[in-house]
């Protein structure tokens, strides 16, 4: 069984397809779960990909986990700034 913090798949600007191939990678190389992270705007990309994934791709998937957060950090000018973050914990039945 693999180690859950390498099954982590960050979203950002790539296609979603791109990461739709990952998780389905993961999966088929032994994974049990995968833990979708994405913050700020790509909140909706990573449930969409989810989406996709549960009723298109791999129709024995189940969502464990979902969990939100925030991320606090300094921009160029050092001001401090919030993100929302959101992991999805993702599961084969």
């Known amino acids: ?17 791109n990461y739709v191939t990952a998780c389905i990678t993961l999966f088929n190389s032994g994974a049990s779960e995968v833990v979708i992270r994405a913050r700020g ?26 969990s939100l957060g925030t991320d606090t950090h300094k921009d160029s000018r050092g001001k401090e700034t919030n993100t929302s973050i959101i992991k999805i914990l993702l599961a084969k039945r």
């Open 1 to 17: 069984m693999m180690d859950i913090e390498h099954n982590i798949v960050a979203i950002g600007y790539k296609p979603a397809m």
């Open 41 to 66: 705007r790509h909140i909706c990309k990573a449930v969409d990909i989810v989406e996709l994934l549960r009723r298109v791709f791999l129709k024995d998937l189940v969502i464990k986990n979902i």
